[in-house]
């Protein structure tokens, strides 16, 4: 079972493998662990139940010095 892969290099004319091995698709990649040492992350993605900022419903302050 034969796959084509887009190596980006053009017609290859002397070594298919070499083309291919250095081409993107085996490049090193860089994993974040999800759990353990390194896996914090300063930015929470989803967090249910917390308001950001700028994100309140209501603005009483603002109410109260429009009425005062």
């Given at each position: ?6 190596h980006g290099r053009g017609d290859i004319r002397d070594n ?21 040492k390194g896996s914090y992350n300063r930015k929470a993605r ?23």
């Amino acid at each position: 079972m034969t796959k084509a892969h887009d190596h980006g290099r053009g017609d290859i004319r002397d070594n298919a493998i070499k083309a291919l091995v250095t081409s993107e698709l085996f490049r090193q990649r860089v994993e974040k662990p999800k759990k353990g040492k390194g896996s914090y992350n300063r930015k929470a993605r989803n967090q249910k139940g917390h308001q950001h900022k700028g994100d309140a419903p209501f603005d009483f302050l603002g109410l109260c010095l429009l009425r005062c």
